[in-house]
């Protein structure tokens, strides 16, 4: 995997950001992948050049379970999450989501737990709060339509079962 400076990957995104091409167009401009450009675009805008800076992290398992929650409940991509809890690369959700599935996550957990770590683990940032304002409107906007749903569908077959005791029955 191609290691890229921080100050290139600004560059990219100021490109982007002053609207010089999207990110297809700019990826061929640049000779990166277009997935890099929309990663580099999300972080930059979560979190500023800070975002684009190489990062390492160790990341516990509850926060990986919290990070996979809060994609499932908000209907986020990888790239989106990742971008919210400033995880570099998108990918690794794909395989802490993966690992969930076929039971390993939590195996991880058993074993971490019996071998104590050499650094103490550095967590990233939880979202911001405007982020998490956004969220919570999204879901109140998403239970009131769901309501309203509901109640036309319960309408809608009180309507159905008048309808039906009301017709005349037939018989030969």
């Known amino acids: 995997m191609k290691k890229y400076k921080t100050e290139f990957k600004l560059e990219v995104v100021q490109s982007f950001l002053a609207g010089?091409?999207?990110?297809?167009l700019l990826a061929r401009r640049w000779s990166v992948p277009?997935?890099?450009?929309?990663?580099?675009?999300?972080?930059?805008?979560?979190?500023?050049i800070d975002?684009?800076?190489?990062?390492?992290?160790?990341?516990?398992?509850?926060?990986k379970l919290q990070v996979l929650a809060h994609q499932d409940r908000e209907q986020l991509s990888s790239r989106q999450v990742a971008a919210l809890y400033d995880i570099r690369n998108p990918n690794q959700i794909v395989v802490w989501r993966r690992n969930l599935d076929q039971g390993r996550l939590q195996a991880c957990e058993t074993r971490n737990e019996e071998q104590p770590k050499m650094k103490p683990e550095r967590r990233s940032a939880a979202p911001s709060s405007t982020v998490v304002a956004d969220a919570?409107?999204?879901?109140?906007?998403?239970n009131d339509r769901l309501r309203a749903e509901v109640a036309y569908l319960k309408k809608l077959q009180a309507l159905i079962r008048s309808k039906r005791s009301a017709a005349p029955t037939k018989r030969d």
């Open 34 to 48: 277009e997935e890099k450009v929309r990663t580099w675009v999300s972080h930059y805008r979560l979190h500023g």
């Open 136 to 142: 919570e409107k999204a879901l109140r906007e998403e």
């Open 20 to 24: 010089e091409g999207g990110a297809k």
């Open 51 to 63: 975002g684009l800076r190489p990062k390492r992290s160790a990341y516990s398992v509850q926060f």
